[in-house]
């Protein structure tokens, strides 16, 4: 039976605020279970708190296929759409996450495939297996410098650019695991591939990002420890300053 929209009736799901029941970490949130099987009874902010709650990850896994923010966020849209009609054949053996994560991607896939602009690969191609160092992803630095922030994010949008690059059989594996942080066993699970498909993959996809993350960094060696723009400028500022000051007194 289709889901129908909340009736608008308060219940115990709202005594809690937002921030909070959205944190599946939190020992007093309701678990992604639970919320399934509201939403799949019609309870329509049961289904909110759920798009909440995966957002970031379901918008990556489309990002990750489509490439382009506005065509991901329409594929999450309708996603979700399809979730919410289907939530009456979730089964809580699985994660729900990983659940949603298949539908978006099924979703972003077909949407490649109704652009026939490019040949859409699916998950399940076979690779050769390889095992991937564990390794973290970039960590941010909460007391770091405004300047220092400001290169991590062209850092940032370089990755990213990198990311766009890989080949779409890699891409996604490589989001999921290195930029999600999701266990192979979970990545394996969402996208209907073996575990050692998953390893070879990231392992894959972090030798052809690091090969095009060297030659940038090669390119831009020229410009370390630059001292343009507004750190020239203050320092010719505070010369000239001292310049136009007035002369020195006799000396004593």
């Known amino acids: 039976m289709r889901p129908r929209p909340s009736n608008g009736q308060h219940d115990d799901i709202t005594m809690h605020t937002l921030e909070r029941i959205q944190d599946a970490h939190d020992p007093a949130a309701p678990t992604d279970t639970e919320l399934a099987e509201r ?4 309870d329509a902010l049961a289904f909110q708190l759920i ?7 379901l918008f990556r896994t489309a990002r990750s296929i489509l490439k382009n923010d506005d065509d991901a966020q329409d594929a999450l849209q309708d996603a ?4 919410w009609r289907a939530l009456g054949s979730f089964r809580a053996e699985s994660r729900l996450s990983t ?9 972003a896939l077909g949407r490649l495939r109704r652009r026939g602009s490019a040949q859409v690969i699916p998950f399940d191609t076979a690779v050769e297996a390889g ?20 290169m991590r994010g062209e850092t940032r949008q370089l990755i990213e650019a990198g990311i766009d690059a890989l080949p779409e059989v890699f ?9 999600e942080d999701l266990s192979i066993e979970e990545v394996a699970a969402a996208l209907g591939i073996p575990e050692a498909t998953v390893r070879s993959r990231f392992f894959r996809a972090r030798g052809l990002l690091r090969e095009a993350l060297s030659r940038e960094i090669d390119v831009a060696i020229g410009d370390a420890f630059s001292f343009a723009g ?10 000239m300053a001292v310049i136009a000051g007035p002369p020195p007194g006799p000396p004593a």
């Open 131 to 150: 095992d991937t160092p564990e390794g973290t992803w970039m960590q941010a630095d909460p007391n770091e410098q405004p300047e220092r922030s400001a």
């Open 230 to 239: 507004a750190r020239c400028d203050r320092i010719v500022a505070r010369v």
């Open 80 to 83: 979700y759409l399809r979730a």
């Open 39 to 42: 939403a799949a009874q019609g």
């Open 51 to 57: 798009m909440r709650r995966h957002n970031r990850l």
């Open 99 to 107: 659940w949603l994560v298949r539908i978006v991607a099924n979703e």
């Open 171 to 179: 891409r996604t594996v490589f989001v999921l695991r290195a930029v």
